[in-house]
């Protein structure tokens, strides 16, 4: 019994994206793009990336082009192209041996002339089977031997130019073969006035197809779609050919005269031939290929082959994405499919809807100067999966409270505002519901649903306000350490956690290499590692202390990653010095801005990054002379050392 309304069926979905497929994982998308970035790509180079790797559950365009040339050398490894003159050679031994066995125990002169027919029969097969076309068979089974030589030539012929030609006109007879050869007919009357530019075109094309229809699957809709899947199948023809030896060629030339028995269809695709060529010249009509398998293939197969080949290629250019204006809908997913299954199509799909999402959520921007970079709402979110990692992190480490919400919380005022995106304030229930019923209400709705617009939270004040200034190392030896990542996902966690939990905190970043420079998170995380000599940590305090001056009503908190003691300072006329090993001018001026931040009641926290003895010995004596202190994580567990201490240095 079928339970199975009328009228409806079940099957693969075709029709574009899968509406029932999971939706894009844009966040792991945009981990790895961010991650890339930080590491020194540019958000354009690193989308691109992304789309070659691919994702854990979707094959990239590197894995699928690399499966397209596996399937390309499979065909070329496989197969050979001279099945057809095989198989004629067969058949036309096999006619022979008949005849001449139906002949040898006659005794009568008849016999012995066309046995001496038969051996003075030329060479080669198609001088043969020309040679037999008009001699009188004795042999019942020779005669069809000889007849199915000429049916599959005929076949075969159309096939290479017809797709599906071989098995429709198998054991046709006079009246099939004559209406094959009115079609050619018309086919090319078609074409010429079409190339004559007749004004009756449209309803020429309409005539034909209604009585020769069945010949083409593809189902043109107006000559000029008649003409590409013509050309592009000629052309495979023809290229096919050019990859046979002369001699085969030759061969096939002079066979094809036999087609049917009849020369003129042979005469009809030349002329077809001629017609497409002019037609459509941008077809490949000259390039070959090389086979070298064992495989014979016959002409509509090896036609076959020379289109996946074509397609193969095609499909290759347009997963390398290397010609301008290149987007992931230009892939034949159709294509895609035919030649690598089902699977690969999905993939396909999913990579250009995962590129598709990621643009269209405005995740890049343009900067102003014309660069495409990581838009406010990509950072935010690359900062939320930085600071999950590090409250994890300090969420591992044993006998420490919960710190994801420390501080987040003051004093309530008892006042309610609607919830903001960020909030950390704890619900007004009463409000809430209060605020769901009458939404529900006024909206006609049979039962009460809650709305993230009905959520109210209580006010509260903060209990204090904080000046944060986070001085990164930007020196080489930061990159080539490997320290490059880790420092940016610190500031992203931090910037974060500030931005949406302590909102009226003030923090400003700045980086130092040979000079020190106060920077948008953007910025930094855009930053490319730069070969440059100098870490002058002395600028970068003067800018941290001029940061805390502007705010001299909230707590002062510095801290500083660094892997190198100080090498540069600031002169009066705004130039840096450098000198390595460290002047004693340097570490003066550097230790004069930490006295500077004490008196402003800032205590400095310096992030260790390396075991050098010189570099321990002054990071020691820096934070002895802030009241700081120095903490030496390891590169994964900067973020959750600097965000720690932040959240430590704010409670105290």
Request: charged share 30%.
């Amino acid at each position: 019994m079928s339970f199975l309304p009328e009228g409806y069926s079940y099957g693969p979905w075709h029709d574009g994206p899968d509406p029932l497929a999971p939706p894009a994982d844009l966040r792991d998308a945009l981990d790895e793009i961010g991650r890339d970035v930080m590491a020194g790509a540019s958000p354009r180079s690193a989308l691109e990336e992304l789309l070659r790797r691919g994702t854990p559950r979707t094959a990239g365009l590197d894995e699928l082009t690399r499966r397209l040339w596996q399937r390309r050398s499979e065909i070329q490894r496989r197969h050979r192209l001279d099945g057809t003159l095989q198989e004629v050679q067969w058949l036309l031994d096999q006619a022979l041996e008949a005849e001449r066995r139906e002949l040898f125990p006659d005794p009568d002169d008849d016999a012995r002339f066309r046995e001496a027919q038969l051996d003075a029969l030329p060479p080669g097969t198609a001088a043969a089977v020309r040679e037999l076309a008009e001699y009188d068979w004795r042999s019942r089974e020779g005669r069809e031997n000889y007849e199915k030589i000429r049916d599959l030539l005929g076949r075969e012929l159309l096939d290479s130019r017809f797709e599906g030609m071989k098995e429709a006109l198998r054991n046709a007879g006079p009246e099939q073969v004559e209406q094959a050869n009115r079609m050619l007919a018309d086919l090319n009357d078609l074409l010429a006035a079409h190339a004559q530019g007749r004004e009756d075109v449209p309803e020429r094309f309409a005539e034909f197809m209604r009585q020769h229809g069945e010949f083409f699957p593809e189902n043109p809709k107006n000559v000029e779609e008649l003409i590409d899947v013509l050309a592009a199948r000629a052309a495979a023809a023809q290229r096919m050919l050019n990859s046979m030896t002369p001699e085969q060629r030759a061969e096939l030339a002079e066979l094809s005269q036999q087609a049917f028995g009849d020369p003129r269809l042979a005469q009809q695709l030349s002329t077809l031939d001629a017609q497409l060529r002019a037609l459509r010249p941008g077809e490949d009509w000259t390039s070959s290929e090389r086979f070298r398998g064992n495989d014979p293939m016959g002409l509509g197969e090896g036609a076959r082959a020379m289109s996946d080949l074509a397609e193969l290629d095609a499909l290759a250019e347009q997963l390398g994405q290397s010609y301008p204006g290149a987007r992931l809908e230009d892939i034949d997913v159709d294509a895609l499919r035919r030649q690598l299954g089902p699977e690969a199509g999905v993939d396909a799909r999913r990579l250009s809807e995962l590129e598709r999402e990621l643009r269209r959520q405005g995740l890049f921007e343009r900067a102003p100067d014309g660069t495409l970079r990581l838009s406010p709402k990509a950072l935010r979110r690359l900062g939320e999966t930085a600071l999950a990692d590090v409250v994890n992190s300090l969420r591992g480490k044993t006998g420490q409270r919960e710190t994801e919400s420390a501080g987040a919380a003051g004093e309530p005022t008892g006042a309610t505002r609607p919830w903001r995106f960020g909030d950390m304030q704890p619900w007004d229930v009463s409000r809430t519901v209060r605020n769901s019923v009458l939404r529900s209400v006024s909206v006609g709705e049979r039962s009460v649903r809650m709305d993230v617009s009905d959520v109210e939270v209580i006010e509260t004040e903060h209990r204090s306000r904080a000046a944060v200034a986070l001085l990164v190392d930007t020196s080489w030896s930061m990159v080539q350490e490997g320290r490059w990542l880790p420092m940016k996902r610190t500031a992203l966690a931090l910037h974060q956690l500030i931005s949406t939990r302590f909102r009226n905190d003030a923090l400003q970043l700045i980086t130092f290499g040979r000079y020190a420079t106060s920077v948008e998170l953007a910025e930094l995380v855009g930053l490319e590692g730069a070969w440059e000599q100098g870490t002058n940590a002395h600028h970068a305090l003067l800018l941290a202390g001029r940061h805390l001056r502007r705010h001299p009503d909230a707590q002062p908190v510095v801290l500083m990653v660094t892997d190198g003691e100080p090498t540069a300072h600031l002169e009066p006329d705004g130039s840096a010095e450098f000198d390595y090993p460290p002047q004693p001018r340097t570490l003066l001026k550097t230790l004069s801005e930490v006295d500077r931040m004490a008196k402003l009641g800032a205590s400095v926290t310096v992030f260790r990054l390396g075991d050098d003895p010189r570099l321990t010995e002054f990071v020691d004596l820096l934070a002895r002379r802030s009241g700081g202190r120095v903490v030496a994580p390891d590169l994964d567990g900067l973020g959750a050392a600097v965000v720690g201490d932040y959240l430590r240095t704010r409670k105290r």
